[in-house]
């Protein structure tokens, strides 16, 4: 059963960096899913941050583009999250998710339990 | 980029069905099928219910059902159970390699 653990500092000070890891458990990184974050403020709805393809290839979603970075660690098995330059408006519970098809971007069948990352002096 | 619209709330009673709606427009639910819907409980992970437009993954009862007409998708919820009372969202395909949800409905059995 392919499992995904999010961690992370829970607190982050507005303007610094938020770093999240995704360790994945019984699934090679490299197998050929996409992987992806989506974040959810208190209270609100899902917000697609970024994915990442086992070929290194990344995608994210336009307005978090200029701040965000997907990356793979293979040795590892985990992929993580960097979100530059954060704000109150960062302040989120963060899932990281893999696709139910290979190939996929879409149709996250396997989450995280997710981190609640706030953002605050 | 906007959400996908969908209705804030609604409601059913038990053994009844439930639509749910989610607009957007010809570059997302319009131009792909590539819509998903998601069950959220409070405190949980949303569960992927339906992907696709109409396809369920395996374990996810029948009585969840979607389909698309122009730029709206829909879920339908058959013979309400006390369950399936939660947050559900719809996600999309959307231009170019980018995904969009909508803001959520949250369902209530009544």
């Known amino acids: 059963q392919v499992l995904l653990q999010e961690s992370g500092p829970g607190l982050v000070k507005p303007s610094e960096t938020l770093s999240l890891i995704c360790g994945v458990s019984?699934?090679?990184?490299?197998?050929?899913?996409?992987w992806g974050w989506i974040r959810q403020p208190p209270g609100k709805g899902l917000e697609w941050i970024g994915s990442i393809y086992h070929s290194g290839t990344t995608y994210y979603n336009p307005s978090l583009k200029s701040r965000v970075t997907v990356s793979l660690d293979t040795s590892k098995n985990r992929f993580s999250l960097e979100m530059t330059s954060v704000t109150a408006a960062d302040t989120a519970v963060y899932y990281c998710?893999?696709?139910?098809?290979?190939?996929?971007?879409?149709?996250?069948?396997?989450w995280g339990q997710g981190t609640m990352v706030t953002v605050s002096s | 980029q906007s959400a996908l619209t969908q209705p804030p709330s609604a409601s059913g009673s038990p053994g009844q069905s439930v639509t749910i709606s989610c607009t957007g427009s010809s570059s997302d639910v319009g131009g792909y099928n590539y819509v998903s819907w998601y069950q959220q409980h409070p405190g949980k992970a949303p569960k992927l219910l339906i992907y696709?437009?109409?396809k369920r993954p395996s374990g996810v009862p029948d009585r969840f059902s979607g389909s698309k007409s122009g730029n709206t998708a829909s879920l339908t919820v058959s013979g309400l159970r006390a369950e399936d009372e939660a947050d559900y969202y719809c996600?999309?395909?959307?231009?170019?390699?980018?995904?969009?949800f909508g803001g959520g409905t949250t369902l209530t059995v009544l």
């Open positions: 996600g999309s395909y959307a231009n170019i390699n980018n995904l969009m």
């Open positions: 019984d699934y090679s990184i490299s197998s050929g899913h996409f």
């Open positions: 696709e437009v109409s």
């Open positions: 998710g893999r696709p139910l098809l290979r190939g996929s971007l879409d149709a996250f069948d396997i």
